[in-house]
Structure formats: structure tokens, C-alpha cells
């Protein structure tokens, strides 16, 4: 069972045949940190992608004023998907923080968060990540365009299984 995001990169090198690392968290490297980066990046984007129902939340905004038109946003959310979003702004009068303007009226919130704790990740989830991680190593680390090719249509079987089972709410993108 995957525990850590070590273990995550470690199965995607060892699909390449590559040498294992200890954990990347710790005792930096450049390799360390490259491995590291692409894998935030397509942690990330497999969330973004898909609304895999471990990282779905819905909650109520705290507004900022009596006339409801700005809400503050939890520091977690990776991708708004209720309501539509009007505007969004870093900052509002000095005040720290990350805000949003919604076109109607606001009566639920609902977001992808950036999970980044792996044992709460689906195993299906796991397994696509597992194979983009290949696909987005193949390249810079193994220097082959084969194994690049070959994950990432693993990475797309996996996410088709994700669907199949359940597992998120939405079609490949």
C-alpha cells in the first residue's frame, strides 16, 4: 500500500527502470527536487481533471461585507466547480487572503482541494498518478520517448477505470 509521496515516485521509477530514492523530503538533491516538483505538478492536474470524490468538498463562505458580494476562500481549494466564478482577487484592501466575486447568488460552495496527504488518496487514484508520473519522468530522466508514449496511454486507462469505478464525476479532459 501506498503511504507516503516517496513511495508514489519510487513505483513511477521503477516502472522506468530507474534507481529508487530515499525520501525525497528529506536530504535535497537536485534530483530530489526535480522528481518532487513534477510530481506536485501532476498531483495537481489529475485532481484538477478529475472530480475524484476523495478530494470533492462543499461548504458555506464566510462573507466579507453585509452586501454578500465577496466571499474568502479556504487556502486548500485547487479548482472551483460551484458556482461561476465573477472574479477573483489575491488580496482586498490589505487584507491577507484569497477572495471571489460569484456571478449569481451564492448558496453553496463547491471545490477540488489540493489533497497532498497520500494516504488519503483512492488507489485509483494512485495508479493514474503512478503512470503520469512515469509518462512526465520518461523523457528527463530515463531519455525515452517510448516509455513516455506507453504511460501515458496507461495513465489514460487508469483514469477510464477511475470513471468506471466511480470514482470521480466528470469525463477525461
Known amino acids: 500500500m501506498t503511504q507516503t509521496k516517496t513511495d508514489i515516485i519510487n513505483l513511477a521509477l521503477a516502472k522506468l527502470n530507474?534507481?529508487?530514492?530515499?525520501?525525497?523530503?528529506?536530504q535535497p538533491s537536485t534530483l530530489k527536487t526535480q522528481l518532487s516538483l513534477i510530481y506536485d505538478l501532476c498531483r495537481k492536474s489529475l485532481l484538477s481533471k478529475g472530480y475524484w470524490n476523495f478530494a470533492r468538498r462543499e461548504v458555506l463562505l464566510s462573507a466579507l461585507s453585509k452586501k454578500n458580494e465577496w466571499y474568502v476562500l479556504p487556502d486548500n481549494v485547487l479548482t472551483i466547480l460551484k458556482p461561476e466564478v465573477k472574479a477573483m482577487v489575491g488580496n482586498i484592501q490589505g487584507v491577507e487572503g484569497r477572495y471571489v466575486q460569484f456571478i449569481d447568488t451564492l448558496s453553496n460552495f463547491v471545490?477540488?482541494?489540493?489533497?497532498?496527504?497520500?494516504?488519503?488518496?483512492?488507489?485509483t487514484f494512485c495508479e493514474a498518478l503512478t503512470s503520469y508520473l512515469a509518462s512526465e519522468y520518461a523523457i528527463p530522466f530515463a531519455q525515452n520517448e517510448k516509455f513516455k508514449v506507453l504511460y501515458f496511454n496507461e495513465y489514460r486507462l487508469k483514469l477510464q477505470k477511475a470513471i468506471s469505478q466511480d470514482n470521480i464525476n466528470s469525463q477525461i479532459s
Open 18 to 26: 530507474l534507481s529508487l530514492v530515499d525520501n525525497v523530503d528529506y
Open 111 to 123: 471545490y477540488i482541494e489540493d489533497v497532498q496527504n497520500v494516504r488519503l488518496f483512492e488507489s
